[in-house]
């Protein structure tokens, strides 16, 4: 299914999504990723909506990728006697190991992990950071704390630890469990929650063994603080701004995003920009002027992808969303404002011969009349080194494998069109040439340019690059080969 815009759109499937023709028709308005929230549903929910977009993509011949989002530890407070006490600036509250019910003066805290790093100084955010706690002096099984900024806590609310390296593995036994139920079901992308360090990352890679592709989620400072790191063993990078602007103060995230963002691309690693993209849309028809701005935003700084939660998971009007979204990209790829921007920030360390002939292809295609990228990919490095280049033109990917097809769905521009495989060069000139014509990106008049790797089905080969027609006799009769 042909997109008319570069930046890919996840879509989160959910109690408003969760039936065939609301999915299909999720896809059909934008949605190129869909994202299986672990954190809600049981395992069958998950695999009825697995079955059911693989039925779409079969329907539709069209390549969808799935995302199951780990859940991560989640760090909560205990049950309060009255429900529900009011915490007020200026006084003291205790966090302790004891499991009575809390009051007005302490609630258990039951993470004794939490207590094993914090120091005095160190800062508690409680409900997404509405009450703010500071820690006076600290124990092994308690932390007394002064409430900086006060309000209602009640029972089994978020914590937050942002000035901390906490001694907790990003999964836990809930997402061990899923981990292996979602690929085992036969995932493309597993999003990984509370990443702290390279480590969690490569934890999850290990338990993966190959089986799905490995996403960061960047929802925490010290995420931030070994970016380049987490980078370096992920597969792809999403950006929770959610979680990260509660930890961090509000204003440090929109440069947070920026930066990390610029990382991914040029890494060739695809990036997720997410949380509260089009929140109001949740219940109204229509965005703010500020969220359109918003996901606009997103889209200048050349992510790969924008994604939505509630929006269309529980919202009241979720194709409304995802067709918001792709009418926002459309016009933002269209404004000649966004190439500008696009093209001022390629700064890709070139190293490889992989290198050189992507940044070739898309010099040829800027200077010359070609209307589409066509590259061979097995492993998917090919199609991701040239979208990292963002070409004026389309990118083809093809390929023989389901899997790869899939994975690339997440990526910037890339549109992935199934294959033979091959042994011989001329015959992926020919099947570029036919599918850039089915696919309506070229008329038999037209060039196109050729890349892969020979020889074939072997990865890191890319080294050949080819200007050919999309005519099949000419094609034959320059290459009688």
Not at 73 to 95: C, H, I, N, Q, Y
Request: charged share 25%; with cysteine; proline share 5%.
């Amino acid at each position: 299914m042909r997109r008319h815009r570069n930046v890919k759109i996840v879509a989160t499937l959910g109690p408003s999504s969760n039936d065939y023709a609301m999915i299909r028709a999720l896809h059909e308005a934008g949605a190129d990723v869909f994202r299986l929230n672990m954190s809600h549903g049981t395992h069958d929910d998950i695999r009825a909506r697995h079955a059911i977009i693989r039925q779409i993509e079969k329907d539709l011949d069209s390549p969808i990728a799935i995302l199951a989002d780990l859940q991560g530890p989640k760090l909560r407070v205990g049950s309060f006697a009255k429900g529900e006490e009011e915490l007020v600036e200026g006084d003291t509250f205790r966090l302790d190991l004891d499991p009575a019910e809390g009051d007005a003066a302490r609630v258990c805290l039951p993470h004794p992990e939490i207590f094993a790093a914090l120091q005095p100084g160190s800062h508690l955010l409680v409900n997404d950071g509405k009450i703010r706690l500071t820690v006076v002096t600290c124990g092994a099984d308690f932390a007394a704390c002064t409430v900086s900024v006060g309000g209602t806590i009640s029972n089994r609310k978020g914590v937050n630890v942002p000035d901390v390296v906490l001694p907790l593995a990003a999964l836990s036994d809930k997402d061990r469990k899923d981990l292996e139920f979602a690929c085992a079901l036969g995932v493309d992308w597993l999003a990984l929650s509370f990443v702290q360090r390279p480590e969690d990352v490569t934890e999850a890679r290990e338990l993966a063994a190959g089986r799905a592709a490995i996403l960061s989620k960047i929802e925490k400072p010290s995420a931030v603080a070994c970016f380049d790191e987490i980078l370096a063993v992920s597969d792809g990078i999403m950006v929770a701004r959610g979680d990260l602007g509660v930890e961090l103060p509000v204003q440090n995230v929109p440069p947070i995003q920026k930066r990390l963002v610029r990382r991914c691309r040029a890494a060739a690693k695809p990036v997720i920009v997410a949380t509260q993209m089009l929140e109001s849309m949740i219940e109204s028809p229509m965005p703010t002027r500020a969220e359109v701005s918003d996901v606009a935003t997103a889209i200048y700084e050349g992510a790969d992808a924008i994604m939505l939660s509630a929006e269309s998971a529980a919202g009241q009007y979720p194709v409304e969303a995802v067709s918001t979204m792709n009418n926002v990209a459309v016009e933002v790829e269209s404004d000649p404002t966004y190439r500008e921007v696009i093209e001022a920030s390629r700064k890709a360390n070139r190293t490889s011969v992989a290198d050189g002939i992507v940044a070739a292809a898309r010099e040829i295609a800027e200077t010359t009349d070609i209307r589409a990228i066509c590259c061979y990919t097995q492993s998917g490095a090919t199609a991701l080194l040239t979208a990292r280049e963002r070409p004026r033109v389309p990118i083809i990917a093809m390929t023989s494998l389901r899997g790869t097809a899939r994975r690339l769905a997440l990526t910037w521009g890339v549109n992935c069109v199934m294959t033979a495989a091959l042994d011989r060069f001329k015959m992926a000139v020919v099947n570029a040439a036919r599918a850039a014509r089915a696919q309506g990106y070229a008329t038999e008049h037209d060039q196109i340019l050729v890349i892969a790797g020979v020889p074939f089905n072997k990865a890191g080969t890319t080294n050949i690059l080819r200007v050919a027609p999309c005519a099949e006799h000419l094609i034959f009769a320059t290459d009688p080969e």
